[in-house]
Each structure stands twice: as structure tokens, then as C-alpha cells.
């Protein structure tokens, strides 16, 4: 996914719920009373009703690569992620207003996400930050450890285990400074910039900085400072938010067990940092507070189609820019300020570049709000819907799996929980081919990456099929008929100015051919003819006949592979009646 440029660096980011944020902190480290909230019951009440919800996400480390076997956990539902550092889990339990997703990996700060819940699926997409230490000093010690970018934590080298006992001996320090300057802070930082002051009323925040430090025994174990111990942190600021600074800031950690900020103590301004005192360990947090309200926006096309995965921006004068993505339902909750007009532009990064495909004005709201907002097709943007069946390698509907549609540097991934998948998204005309890929998430098995061509509006790709042993596929449906799938006795190839592909039962009495003549090149094609011959038991021969388009996406050397879409009508033969039909084929060729 391209980055947000455009986003100022003046102001931290508290984006939308259905993008995600990252938690680093760790909950073993968590020995000191202070770092859990006593008040959580009573603030609880503001997070509403229990409900349950469908959550798909992501897990990335430093470099955007997935990182496999992440333990995830939300309420008393778990699951791990695949390779592709993807986790689904249906039903999870989470309230109204708040859900918290844990992520958890040895080598890694444990990761969390807070969000306020959207209807459908709630997307998530966490960064791990790795157990890198900054530096080792021991009990008894003082000592300032320091990062290069100038953050700081000095120690006074009073330390206890967890159980609370006196440890002696050497301490690593893991320690990490996130900056609201950078663009990945976003998917790094703890929960959701959500919090309870020290007057336990819910508010949201502006961060200027954000430290995390956790202490490690000889042996591995989690230490935190002794009681009556302090710790002094230095967080430094980008030279874009220094001069909206203000000279004392209120200091606030995250409460790992419950997902949310607390207010605690304060920092001053040192020069171009902020400088306070702690009297334990978990991820701290220099912002300024303000009160806010609940706002769910829901984005759709002139044709009342939800559309999914943009990138919604929200941007207030006082408290900056905070976004997330629209779900399938086109939908994305979260918190923003409130009695406030704010600014909201809509992206969608692909190879129409970085410009908004929407900019306006929404607001001010004084309580929670739901609004509508539908996005005009125009010459440069086209709407598309991809719709399909994904099934097993036994042909059954997929019932927990994903679909992954990639156009140009864009990915849309979509759950699939009946076989059945529709991605709708808005296009530039610029290209218009994009690849999908398919995992049978409870299964573990995939399809090869499948090439097309869009067919606007609507792409119907017909039936694909993951199963590691299946290495080619000829996949139709006639209107009105089930999807027929071919998995062997497939042929395939170039012969002089014709391309072509063809399935014969052992029996010889049904065969399916697709011929392209006058093949020059990938791209979409009108002459093309499939030809279906059925032989019946009598000895008659039903044929029918395609007219349509026909799109190849790729055509390898030989023993690499073909991808051919096709839709259009066929006539039987014996028959005036034309049927809709579609197809897929990813062919091994043959010659």
C-alpha cells in the first residue's frame, strides 16, 4: 500500500477504527499495581453493550514483511496468523463503542489494537516492533540509556521481579521511540488514542511522542521499577511539532490488560523534548486530550454500492488528522473531535496516484453520528465489482477463508465465510488488469496468483479452487447452471498464430475447447470461440457455441502457465436460446 503523504506531520495520527493500531507493550511486564486501571469497571460503562463481531487482520514486522504464528486474542476467542501474517476470528467479543485485538510473538513487544467496532468485518493491520536492546546496566546502578534520535530513559537501578522480590543482577533495556512524524507510527502505536483522564472521563488524544521500555533479567525475566523507585524519560519531537508544543503536557501509559490510555503525571518541554518522571514501565504517552464523539462514515458509488478498502482522512484544525478504511460494507467507525467542522478526503492509492477522489467538509457533531457519502464515477474513475466462488480442493464452499485482489499497488482483501466473494472498488483507467489469490484459511492451501481482465462493470471469475495437489483448472458457469471445474486432462499452448486450451473426458464423449486465433500478445480478444461437444448415450451430439470476450493475462513459456478469462453468451447448437456464461483457465502449457 502506498503511504499517506499528505498527511501533516504537525499532529499525530488517531485514525479510524478500522485501521488498525499497535500496542508495544508487554502484559508480563506488568508488576506494578499502577499499571492496570482500578477504575476499569466504572470506565468501562462508556463502551456500551456486548456484542460480537467478525475481525480480519494483518501482521507485518519493521519491514512490511508478514510475520507467521502471531498469537492473537481477543476476549476468549483465539487464532494464530498464517504466512501471509493473516488472522480471521468470527463472533469475537467486544462491546459497542470498544473491541482489543492482542498480538503476541516471542522476538516481539507484544502488539495490540484497540478499535470501536464497525458492522461486517473489521479490518486490523499491526506492526510488530522487535525486542531490540538499547542497552544493559545492573541493579544498583544508575544509568542513562539513550537511543540515537536522542530518546532517553535514566535509571536508578532499583528493580523487582515480577512476584515483587529485590532482583540483582544485570537488566537489558528494550526500549523504542515512536515519532507521529513518521508514517508507520499509525500501525506501530498502542490501542487506539483513546483514554481515561485522571478525572476517569473518556477522552481522545493529540500525541506529540511515544516511548516504550521494558526491563529484562539475566534470565529472560520481565522486571519493572522497585516501589518508591522513578525512572526520568526523554521523549524528543520532530522539528514539525515544535511549534505547536505547549510547554506542559499531560503524560499518559497504556493499560495492556484493558486496551486504553491513562492519565498520569505530566512532562515539560526541554528544549525540543519532553522530559518527565515515571515510577513504572509500560508504553508512555505525551499528548493532549480533548472530547470526543463516535462517527461512522459509510462511502458508496452512484450506484449505491458499498465500496471497500479507500482510505478515509479526517482532519481537524485543532487536533489533526486521524483515518482508516472502509470495510466491505464500506463502512469505517471511530473517534473524532467533537463540535468541531472537519475536513474529510477519501484516496484510493493506486495508479491513479496520490490525489483524493473526494474532499469536503463534515460537521460539527456534538454526539455519536453515522453518515453517508457517495463518490461519483467520473472519466478517470471507474467502479468495479469482482464477484466469484471460492472453493476447497474437495469443491466445497470455502466457509473461513480470504480472497486477495491486487491492482496496481493496491491490495483488496475480502473474508469469505460462504464461498462466495464480491469486491467492489474504484479504478483508474489507467490499467486494467489485477491479479487474485485465494487461501483456504482452516485448510492451509492456496491457488496460484489468477490474472484477469476487468469486464466493467461486473467481473464474474466464476469458481476457483485451492488444493496444493491441483496445479491447473478450466472453471465455468452457465446462468441458471452449478460452476463446472476441470482439474486434469487439460491441454494447453501456442500453435503458429493460435492460442488455445482444452479439457477431453477419458471417455471422449465431452470436451471443452477455447481457441484464439490470430494471437498476438496478451490482452482482450473477440474472436475467440469456445466450443463445448457432449455425446449422449444414444449417440447424438449437443454443441454449443460462445460469443464473447475472451482476455489472456499470461502465457508463459512451456511448463509455465495461461490465464484466460472469458464471459459472454453461448448457443446451443440446437437450440436459439443464448446463456449467460463466465469462466477461468489456468493451464499448464503443453507446447
Not at 482532519?315 to 464500506?330: F, I, L, M, P
Not at 467502479?383 to 480472497?403: H, I, K, Q
Not at 471469475?461 to 465455468?476: A, D, K, R, V
Not at 498464430?497 to 477419458?506: A, K, L, P, Q, R
Amino acid at each position: 500500500m502506498k503511504s499517506i503523504q499528505i498527511l501533516s506531520k504537525a499532529f499525530a495520527l488517531l485514525f479510524l477504527s478500522a485501521l488498525v493500531t499497535f500496542s508495544c507493550d508487554n502484559d508480563d511486564n506488568l508488576s506494578s499495581s499502577q499499571d492496570f486501571d482500578p477504575n476499569a469497571t466504572e470506565f468501562a460503562e462508556n463502551f456500551g453493550s456486548a456484542i460480537n463481531r467478525t475481525f480480519f487482520g494483518t501482521v507485518v514486522d519493521m519491514n512490511q514483511n508478514p510475520i507467521d504464528n502471531v498469537m492473537i486474542t481477543i476476549g476468549n476467542e483465539t487464532a494464530m496468523t498464517d504466512s501471509n501474517g493473516i488472522f480471521i476470528i468470527e463472533n469475537a467479543p467486544v462491546n459497542q463503542r470498544f473491541g482489543y485485538v492482542k498480538a503476541e510473538k516471542a522476538g516481539y513487544i507484544h502488539a495490540s489494537r484497540a478499535v470501536v467496532p464497525s458492522d461486517g468485518t473489521n479490518k486490523v493491520r499491526i506492526m510488530m516492533l522487535p525486542e531490540t536492546i538499547a542497552g544493559t546496566t545492573s541493579s544498583g546502578t544508575q544509568e542513562t540509556i539513550a537511543l540515537a534520535n536522542g530518546s532517553k530513559v535514566a535509571l536508578n537501578g532499583d528493580y523487582i521481579k515480577p512476584d515483587g522480590s529485590t532482583y540483582s543482577g544485570n537488566v537489558n533495556v528494550i526500549m523504542h521511540h515512536l515519532d507521529p512524524a513518521d508514517e508507520n507510527m499509525p500501525d506501530q502505536m498502542p490501542g487506539m488514542l483513546y483514554a481515561e483522564n485522571s478525572q476517569g472521563q473518556e477522552r481522545m488524544l493529540q500525541t506529540f511522542g511515544m516511548l516504550a521500555v521494558e526491563l529484562r533479567g539475566e534470565n529472560g525475566e520481565d522486571l519493572n521499577l522497585a516501589e518508591g523507585s522513578t525512572a526520568e524519560i526523554t521523549v524528543p519531537l520532530d522539528i514539525s511539532l515544535v511549534g505547536n508544543a505547549p510547554a506542559t503536557i499531560p503524560l499518559w501509559y497504556f493499560d495492556e490488560a484493558n486496551g486504553y490510555w491513562i492519565e498520569e503525571g505530566e512532562a515539560l518541554l526541554v528544549g525540543t523534548s519532553y522530559v518527565g518522571t515515571v515510577s513504572h514501565f509500560s508504553f508512555w504517552n505525551c499528548d493532549i486530550p480533548a472530547e470526543a464523539i463516535n462517527l461512522c462514515i459509510n462511502v458508496m458509488n452512484s450506484g449505491n454500492e458499498n465500496l471497500s478498502n479507500l482510505n478515509i482522512a479526517i482532519t481537524s484544525a485543532t487536533y489533526g488528522t486521524r483515518y482508516g478504511y472502509t470495510n466491505e460494507n464500506g463502512q469505517v467507525c471511530g473517534l473524532v473531535p467533537s463540535n468541531e467542522s472537519l475536513g474529510i478526503d477519501i484516496y484510493s492509492y493506486d495508479l491513479c496516484g496520490e490525489s483524493p477522489i473526494y474532499s469536503g467538509t463534515i460537521g460539527p457533531f456534538s454526539s455519536d453520528s453515522s453518515i453517508p457519502i457517495t463518490i461519483d464515477d467520473t472519466p478517470d474513475l471507474i467502479s468495479e465489482t469482482v464477484t466469484g466462488v471460492f472453493n476447497d480442493c474437495n469443491g466445497d464452499p470455502v466457509t473461513n477463508g480470504y480472497v486477495d485482489l491486487r491492482y496496481g499497488q493496491q491490495s483488496f482483501s475480502e473474508l469469505v465465510t460462504d464461498g462466495d466473494f464480491e469486491i467492489n472498488l474504484i479504478r483508474c483507467d489507467a490499467e486494467n488488469t489485477f491479479r487474485i489469490k485465494a487461501y483456504d484459511y482452516v485448510n492451509v492451501q492456496e491457488t496460484d496468483s489468477l490474472y484477469y481482465t476487468f469486464t466493467t462493470p461486473l467481473t464474474n471469475l466464476g469458481s476457483i479452487q485451492s488444493c496444493n495437489s491441483i496445479e491447473e483448472f478450466i472453471s465455468y458457469q452457465v446462468e441458471g447452471s452449478p460452476t463446472i471445474t476441470y482439474n486434469f486432462d487439460i491441454q494447453g499452448g501456442i500453435d503458429g498464430e493460435y492460442i488455445g486450451v482444452s479439457h477431453y473426458s477419458i471417455n471422449q464423449n465431452f470436451s471443452f475447447n477455447i481457441n484464439i486465433p490470430d494471437f498476438n500478445g496478451l490482452g482482450t480478444y473477440t474472436n475467440g470461440s469456445i466450443n463445448f461437444f457432449d455425446t449422449n448415450n444414444d449417440g447424438t451430439t449437443l454443441e454449443s457455441q460462445f460469443v464473447g470476450t475472451t482476455n489472456v493475462t499470461a502465457v508463459g513459456e512451456v511448463d509455465e502457465y495461461i490465464d484466460i478469462n472469458f464471459s459472454g453468451v453461448i448457443t446451443d447448437m440446437n437450440s436459439p436460446d443464448e446463456l449467460p456464461i463466465s469462466g477461468t483457465i489456468h493451464a499448464k502449457r503443453d507446447y
